[in-house]
Each structure stands twice: as C-alpha cells, then as structure tokens.
Nanobody
C-alpha cells in the first residue's frame, strides 16, 4: 500500500521560508514522477512543481518560479519543496503526489495523472 506523508507546513511571515518534505512508501520511489500541488477553498488543486524519477527535470508553476525548488532523495524515498520569498497568495494546503505510471512524466501538470496523495499540510503566510 502506497503512503505519502507530508511534513513541514506552518505559519510564516511574508518574505519568509518554509521547507516541506514528503516521505513515500509502498512502491519503488525512484521509478515515479513526484509532484507538489496546492489547494485553497473553492479552487481546484493546482500544480506547484514536479520532478522526474531521476530528478533531472523539474517544472514549476509560473507563480512560484524563482522562489520554490523541488528536489528528491531517492535513497531516502523523500521529495522536498523549498519555499522562499513566500507571499500571502502562497497560503494553501500543500499536497505531495505520486504519478500513476512508472518512468512517466506524461501530463505531469494534471492532478488526475497522480494515483496517490498525501494528507496535505497547511502553509499559511500571514503578517
């Protein structure tokens, strides 16, 4: 059974930083694209960042480019999201997700392509 467990959310002031982690179990972690998504009330879940199985390719939402960084450690079955220069509009529940298909980056930006999800972690940016 696949499990994804996020950690690292919290309250931060505008301009601050937070680091999220997601520990995965249940499938061979190094074979799957991983993504970070976020969601606010009344809105659809949106991709924040995605990373290929080997970690060589990453993609970001335009709204976070230059501020956020996704990375992974396949030896630790963990994907990370480093968030810098946080803005009020970054406030959301953040989810990590694992792509449905091994060694695939197809439609990485589409939530429906991800088969497994973490429980979510709240990130609140507020002064």
């Amino acid at each position: 059974q696949v499990q994804l467990v996020e950690s690292g959310g919290g309250l931060v002031q505008p301009g601050g930083s937070l680091s999220l982690s997601c520990l995965a179990s249940g499938r061979t972690f190094s074979r799957y694209t991983m993504g970070w998504f976020r969601q606010t009330p009344g809105k659809e879940r949106e991709l924040v960042a995605a990373i290929t199985p080997s970690g060589t390719i990453t993609n970001y939402a335009d709204s976070v480019k230059g501020r956020f960084a996704i990375s992974r450690d396949n030896a630790k079955n963990t994907v990370y999201l480093q968030m810098n220069s946080l803005k009020l509009e970054d406030t959301a529940v953040y989810y990590c997700a694992q792509h449905s298909t091994a060694m695939s980056y197809i439609n990485f930006q589409t939530a429906s392509r991800y088969a497994y999800w973490g429980q979510g972690t709240q990130v609140t940016v507020s002064s």
